[in-house]
């Protein structure tokens, strides 16, 4: 079976870049990617990502989504950085 290459993030990456201010937009625009078949699916009408600096080594993506309902939900998801 082969992986689809539509399906899931590219936040895994960035274990391997340094922990520096251009590593939390990758994450944020990782993120964003990796949700719009989300909206395109018609299953949110928005989502929104904001990142932020948490301990040494992790960022914290905090996500905002708009279901189809108009109920908002907010996720974290912290990710590592080198």
Do not use: C
């Not at 990456?13 to 990796?34: F, G, M």
């Not at 600096?53 to 996500?63: C, D």
Request: hydrophobic letters at 45%; glycine letters at 4%.
């Amino acid at each position: 079976m082969v992986a689809d290459p539509l399906l899931g993030s590219r936040l895994q990456l960035l274990a391997r870049e340094k922990d520096v201010s251009r590593v939390y937009k990758l994450a944020q625009q990782y993120a964003e990617e990796a949700l719009q078949p989300l909206i395109d699916d018609k299953r949110a009408t928005s989502v929104s990502v904001s990142v932020s600096a948490g301990n040494p080594g992790w960022a914290i993506l905090l996500i905002d989504v708009v279901d189809a309902t108009g109920q908002k939900q907010t996720f974290k998801h912290l990710v590592r950085v080198s």
